[in-house]
């Protein structure tokens, strides 16, 4: 049971750190601010959330496993946010 | 296990790094916004799987303070170019 | 050296190297702020999360919020544009002598003797001797070994309060700073503030309880609670309180003023100056540490807000 726990959390943090290349990626390819912004916001929240899924099983206590779910709900919506408040100032200034 | 944690936050920092090229050679400033958003992001990543993966106290609640201090910033980044915009509307008003 | 700190430590490097060669304020703006995270990063590999923590919420938030109000005033006041450009010469030497300076400092580390000398054996000892029975010796050292030395930096935050104050015109003395924003904000930007603000101050308040034992403490906490404060004000949530308001002014001061009260109190109940009596040194510490983040968190965002504006709210 005891490796099969460590296998979870190897799969969830390798798709975390690929997810997070995915959005290098798309950063590096896109054309556009806007679309840049959107790969930004999506693929690297989605990283951080596999990464701290991967993580939970391996926390000393119920109470470090919580701060990783609340780390990551404050990270959701903080990025949700200002990737509004980002999109929105590109927006404007192409006008 | 710990060495394919420190792997794996190295692989973060690395494609971080790339992105960070790439954003602060970006055509204009708000562009360069998002950098702060990248590294918060990142960082917080890394710095969780480092303190998994090095026992050092405390690392935690860096992360829960960055994920504090991204936002704040980028909020005062925008009031920046938002007060920069207000400028140059004012400039061209008869 | 793993392949990780290797790839921190140039990356730290190159974005120090773009924000000085970036062209514009806001560039380099972004470029410190992004300089500070990294750096918090580094920190933490060097095993100073304390260290780290204020960086990440002094070094690069505040001060970078703060070079971000300084841009802005710069840009209102049309300044940029006025003055020649330095000199091809005069940027050679500047780079010349940080050259030297950074060499000298690298010289310095690198022919340290091993193991390097160090006073931190006689601080945990002393830090440990008054009593103070806390798990966290940094808080230990700041409070009880150097407790002088820590009153005093508060001290001069205040002063840096009234110096940033006296800028503003003498007939706005006593007004309140201009708001932090002056159109009105967006809708998803009053959301985030809101609900950043309360959350950001508990987790605050956790980071000052917790230094006691663990990394943390009364300035991580304060910087935390202040860019929170700012959050708000950024959001047009609340504005600059004015800057003769009494409880702005008793916010300010408490913490040095509790901090020299207990300390001349230490020569009457322990026997010298900034001397804790043995058993109730923690309790002491907790209680002069919960004023000196309420002088920090009213502070710094006093020094972001700026001086006295004179101007009716727009």
Redesign the interface.
């Known amino acids: 049971m005891i490796s099969l726990l460590d296998l979870f959390s190897v799969a969830a943090i390798s798709a975390g750190a690929l997810f997070f290349f995915a959005g290098t990626v798309g950063l590096l390819r896109f054309p556009d601010s806007l679309t840049r912004l959107h790969a930004l916001a999506k693929a690297d929240n989605l990283g951080l959330g596999l990464v701290a899924l991967g993580l939970i099983p391996r926390a000393e206590s119920p109470l470090a496993a919580l701060k990783l779910i609340v780390i990551w709900a404050l990270v959701l919506l903080s990025s949700a946010s200002t990737a509004q408040l980002i999109g929105r100032s590109l927006s404007r200034g192409r006008k | 296990m710990n060495e394919l944690l420190l792997l794996a936050a190295g692989l973060i920092v690395f494609t971080v790094a790339i992105g960070l090229a790439r954003i602060l050679h970006g055509p204009n400033e708000v562009e360069r916004l998002m950098a702060v958003q990248l590294l918060g992001t990142g960082g917080i990543a890394a710095l969780l799987l480092i303190a998994n993966a090095t026992n050092v106290p405390g690392v935690d609640d860096v992360a829960l303070g960055l994920a504090l201090l991204a936002p704040f910033a980028t909020i005062a980044f925008v009031n920046l170019v938002d007060a920069d915009e207000g400028a140059a509307e004012r400039d061209l008003a008869p | 050296m793993?392949?990780?700190d290797i790839?921190?430590a140039l990356?730290v490097v190159?974005?120090a190297v773009?924000t000085i060669a970036a062209q514009?304020l806001?560039?380099s703006?972004?470029?410190y702020?992004?300089y500070g995270?990294?750096l918090?990063?580094v920190w933490?590999?060097l095993?100073a999360?304390?260290v780290?923590?204020t960086e990440?919420?002094v070094g690069?938030?505040v001060t970078?919020?703060l070079l971000?109000?300084a841009?802005?005033r710069l840009?209102?006041l049309k300044i940029a544009a006025l003055e020649a450009p330095p000199s091809l010469a005069f940027k050679l030497l500047t780079g010349v002598l940080a050259l030297l300076v950074a060499s000298a400092l690298a010289a310095a580390i690198l022919m340290l003797p091993d193991p390097p000398p160090s006073l931190a054996p006689e601080a945990a000892v002393a830090a440990e001797g008054p009593g103070a029975g806390l798990g966290n010796p940094i808080t230990a050292v700041l409070i009880s070994y150097r407790s002088f030395d820590t009153m005093l930096e508060k001290v001069v935050l205040i002063l840096a309060v009234l110096g940033v104050w006296s800028v503003g015109a003498d007939q706005a003395w006593g007004g309140a700073p201009a708001p932090?924003?002056?159109?009105k904000p967006?809708p998803?930007?009053v959301?985030?503030?809101q609900?950043?603000a309360p959350?950001?101050a508990l987790?605050g308040i956790?980071?000052f309880w917790?230094g006691a034992d663990?990394?943390?403490g009364a300035f991580?906490g304060g910087a935390?609670l202040a860019?929170?404060w700012?959050?708000a004000m950024?959001?047009r949530l609340r504005d600059p309180p004015r800057i003769d308001a009494q409880w702005l002014r008793l916010a300010l001061v408490a913490g040095p003023a509790v901090f020299l009260v207990t300390g001349l109190a230490g020569v009457v109940m322990a026997g010298n100056f900034f001397a804790y009596p043995p058993g109730l040194a923690k309790p002491i510490i907790l209680f002069i540490e919960a004023f000196m983040l309420m002088s920090i968190a009213v502070a710094l965002p006093a020094l972001v807000a700026g001086p006295p504006s004179g101007r009716s709210e727009q």
């Open positions: 793993s392949f990780l790839g921190l990356l190159l974005v773009w514009d806001f560039a703006a972004v470029g702020v992004a995270l990294l918090a990063l933490i590999r095993y999360p304390d780290a923590l990440a919420a690069s938030g970078g919020v971000i109000a841009s802005k840009g209102a932090l924003r002056r159109s967006y998803a930007m959301f985030l503030a609900m950043l959350v950001g987790i956790h980071v917790v663990a990394p943390g991580q935390l860019a929170m700012m959050v950024m959001a």
